[in-house]
């Protein structure tokens, strides 16, 4: 079958407006349910007050109810007694009332019980006359029978619920889910709980895709996974097609030779678009077959969300009879230069942190397969098509991901890559909630260059000076010699060879790494492994282009242990814990000091007063060394002010 190359590509505006503009919401059937079932639903019609709310008279305080005009003339220097129902004759009465307790109908004001001194059982005196009406809800003050309550297509929240209680509802009718059919697609696909094989995927797309689908108002099926094949896919499609209002096919949207997507939609009814100029989402495709509305989502993770937020949310809301919502925005600073591809817009996911009130946005990884990547982001910075990228410095918008509120408790954390900020994270969650680490790799040399910029309020660093064979010190003089920083212990940990296990290629020291049947696997320049490395090279005499894959860098630890236990390489130099994480053996080659570097401001701060609880913690403490080869006893202590 000959390979289908895209469509003319079509920007994500055009795409999604000329995607919804072919359906609507009276596609949809309607459904009666019970108040409290209704959150989030959608009102199929406009709903009036069965009764008025509220539907008596009612105390509005603690008191005692009156007639306003049996109070008249009481002040503080001439106080009025009041005898209690039904004791009293026809004048100067009152009865003791609760807030919502309903006026008796000789009343039609109240007293609050503080201005009232009770005299005896029977008798009060009052100081001051009271106003018709006072301290008294009246009927149909919230609403009136017959008023118009909520409007056609009103989204209920919680308070909307009361309001529909409130006013005699108990059931409301509402427009139903819309019913989305979802497809994976692949020969490659694993179901979560099968045996990993080479070559095969777990299916998680699905899952995602779901959860989106229905927290936008959808409901989402997730059908058998379909081969690679365009008649069972067309099989699959026809089947689905009747009993939903949207079918969602995963994967085979591309120009390969095993992607169908296009074609089948194309065949069945009517493909719209194939490639939108958008990045990660481009393979996307939007159809039409049966007179429902079909999207080819692409199978990158990243991808696959990026066209469930953008067209299929936005398609949801257009059944749903819901405008497109913008979620909410802010202004950020881009610490570094971004480049980007012309023509094409781009989301780049970010962390989020509040700097010496500067609110900095550090870009994440931006693969398209790199889930991970947006449990970690905060938000989305969209790069124009027209923008060949965004320079440092530069004010960007930033699209939340979480609650503003959240982001402005997240700790930045730029620098040297240490499995022991994953347990200072974790502990800091446990003792002070609401508060986070958001970690990027920059190797040590970068905490320090992050630090001047004020683009980060930790980081960590394990430099040698190999003149005076100290930690760190040497160095934050020498290159942030202005900048106020605290230098604080966190751990001192075991470098060493990373190797198989048995160790097949019998590998002892760092002279082994010049063999010629040896391949190694290194850390990024800047990093203080690769400073350790090279400053052992130098002692050894051992000239670093006499190593096979000197040049193949990695940003962390548990990348280069990876490298290992896969086999792309045979050796690496990394610390103990990430050989013990991935069963690799490990060969000492020496002890280091990995310590936080604080900016100052931070550090005063409550939020710096939080981590160094946690770092000086029993529990840190306990949880690091239980990853083998750290020593934590020291951590907390401060070494250096600035």
Request: with cysteine; charged share 25%; hydrophobic share 45%.
């Amino acid at each position: 079958m000959a390979r289908k190359r895209y469509l003319k590509k079509t920007t994500l505006r055009e795409a999604r407006e000329l995607f919804i503009s072919r359906f609507d919401a009276s596609a949809l059937e309607t459904e009666i349910v019970n108040i409290d079932q209704a959150l989030n639903r959608v009102t199929a019609e406009a709903v009036f007050a069965k009764i008025s709310s509220p539907h008596y008279h009612g105390s509005a305080m603690d008191g005692i109810c009156v007639r306003a005009q049996d109070t008249f003339g009481a002040t503080e220097f001439k106080p009025k007694k009041l005898k209690l129902m039904p004791d009293a004759v026809e004048n100067d009465l009152f009865a003791f009332v609760d807030t919502g307790n309903a006026l008796p109908a000789w009343a039609d004001a109240v007293i609050m019980i503080e201005r009232v001194r009770r005299l005896d059982d029977s008798t009060v005196e009052i100081f001051e006359a009271a106003a018709p009406w006072q301290h008294v809800r009246l009927v149909g003050e919230d609403v009136v029978a017959t008023e118009l309550l909520l409007t056609r297509w009103h989204r209920l929240r919680p308070y909307d619920l009361g309001a529909l209680l409130a006013a005699g509802h108990r059931q409301v009718k509402v427009l139903a889910r819309p019913r989305v059919a979802i497809i994976p697609t692949g020969d490659e696909l694993l179901a979560p709980g099968d045996e990993y094989q080479p070559g095969r995927i777990i299916e998680f797309n699905s899952t995602v895709l779901s959860a989106l689908i229905d927290e936008a108002g959808g409901s989402a099926r997730v059908l058998p996974s379909v081969a690679d094949d365009p008649e069972k896919l067309k099989a699959a499609l026809r089947s689905a097609l009747p009993d939903h209002h949207m079918v969602a096919i995963i994967a085979g949207s591309s120009a390969g030779e095993h992607d169908f997507t296009a074609q089948v939609i194309e065949e069945e009814g009517e493909l719209l678009v194939h490639g939108i100029d958008v990045m990660p989402g481009k393979p996307a495709i939007l159809g039409f077959a049966q007179g429902r509305p079909v999207v080819g989502v692409p199978g990158y993770p990243v991808s696959a969300i990026v066209v469930a937020r953008e067209i299929i949310e936005a398609a949801l809301a257009k059944f749903l009879g819901q405008g497109y919502v913008a979620r909410p925005r802010v202004k950020a600073t881009l610490p570094k230069k971004m480049a980007s591809h012309l023509g094409v817009e781009e989301l780049v996911r970010v962390t989020l942190g509040r700097v010496e009130n500067k609110l900095v946005a550090v870009p994440l990884r931006r693969g398209a397969g790199v889930i991970t990547t947006m449990v970690q982001a905060d938000g989305l910075m969209r790069i124009p098509s027209l923008s060949e990228g965004i320079n440092a410095g530069e004010t960007v918008e930033i699209e939340l991901l979480r609650p503003a509120e959240e982001i402005e408790r997240a700790i930045l954390c730029a620098g040297s890559h240490d499995l022991s900020i994953d347990i200072l994270g974790n502990e800091l969650k446990r003792l002070h909630p609401g508060f986070k680490i958001a970690a990027s790799n920059v190797g040590s040399m970068g905490a320090l260059l992050s630090m001047r910029r004020s683009e980060t309020h930790i980081g960590g660093t394990h430099l040698l000076d190999p003149e005076t064979g100290d930690y760190n010190i040497p160095d934050i003089k020498r290159l942030i010699p202005n900048t106020p920083v605290v230098l604080i212990h966190l751990v001192r940990r075991q470098q060493g060879l990373l190797v198989k296990p048995g160790n097949p290629k019998g590998i002892g020291a760092l002279n082994d790494l010049a063999r010629n049947d040896v391949t190694f696997v290194n850390r990024q320049p800047g990093s203080g492994t690769r400073v350790l490395l090279d400053y052992q090279l130098q002692k050894l005499v051992l000239d670093p282009r006499a190593i096979r894959g000197y040049e193949r860098e990695e940003f962390t630890h548990m990348a280069v242990a990876v490298a290992v236990a896969s086999g792309l390489a045979d050796v690496g130099l990394g610390v103990q814990s990430a050989a013990h994480a991935l069963h690799l053996d490990f060969i000492a080659v020496g002890e280091e000091q990995y310590d936080l570097l604080f900016l100052r401001s931070f550090f005063e701060s409550d939020g710096g007063a939080n981590l160094l609880d946690v770092i000086g913690s029993a529990g840190f403490r306990q949880a690091v060394e239980a990853l083998g080869g750290y020593d934590a006893s020291h951590s907390g202590e401060i070494i250096y002010r600035q």
